[in-house]
Antibody, heavy 121, light 112 residues
């Protein structure tokens, strides 16, 4: 069974930066595209970004384009999300999610438990 | 951007009865070259991450009970739970992946 373990969340001030990590195991990480999805408290799901299996392509939601950067290190089986210029509305539980395929975001057949990011002064 | 609109926001169904959740896309999400609708359904139980139920609008994920089914008609999509079980209490989301990714607002399913 796919295992995804997010880390790096915490309390950050508005305008600050944070880097999230997602350690993957029990599947061939380098074969699949990966995604970040967030969920604000009591709200629905919001897709943020995706990266192809070889990191050749990245995809972003308009809401985070220019502020968030997705990357991966296939040698370490780890996915990253660099977040900057954080706002109160970025407060959410951040999930990493494994894609069914390799090239671009499709459906997500594995999810981590999430890491909580709170943006507040 | 493609907007996914789910209805109803919530529904209460008796155990063993059918539950029907609707999702409408603001534009076609049918890719003509493979004749597939780029739509998935997820189930999220309290305190848990989402779980993939259906992809390509009607293909059931491995291990998902066959009481869950997906159907499609143009830009209208339906997730049906044929005989609601207690463990099916959850929020259900549709998702399109035809152009980037977007989720519907979710439908909460409860026991009547």
């Amino acid at each position: 069974e796919v295992q995804l373990l997010e880390s790096g969340g915490g309390l950050v001030q508005p305008g600050g930066s944070l880097r999230l990590s997602c350690a993957a195991s029990r599947f061939s990480f380098s074969r699949f595209a990966m995604n970040w999805v967030r969920q604000a408290p009591g709200k629905g799901l919001e897709w943020l970004a995706a990266i192809s299996n070889g990191a050749e392509q990245t995809f972003y939601a308009d809401s985070v384009k220019g502020r968030f950067t997705i990357s991966r290190d296939n040698s370490k089986n780890t996915l990253y999300l660099e977040m900057s210029s954080l706002r109160a509305e970025d407060t959410a539980l951040y999930y990493c999610a494994k894609d069914r395929y390799g090239d671009y975001p499709t459906s997500f057949d594995g999810w981590g438990q999430g890491t909580l990011v709170t943006v507040s002064s | 951007d493609i907007v996914m609109t789910q209805s109803p926001d919530s529904l209460a169904v008796s155990l063993g009865e059918r539950a029907t959740i609707n999702c409408k896309s603001s534009q076609s999400i049918l890719y003509s070259s493979n004749n597939k609708n780029y739509l998935a359904w997820y189930q999220q139980k309290p305190g848990q991450p989402p779980k993939l139920l259906i992809y390509w609008a009607s293909t059931r994920e491995y291990g998902v009970p066959d009481r869950f089914s997906g159907s499609e008609s143009g830009t209208d999509f339906t997730l049906t739970i044929s005989s609601l079980q207690a463990e099916d209490v959850a929020i259900y989301y549709c998702q399109q992946y035809y152009s980037a990714v977007s989720f519907g607002g979710g439908t909460r399913v409860e026991i009547k």
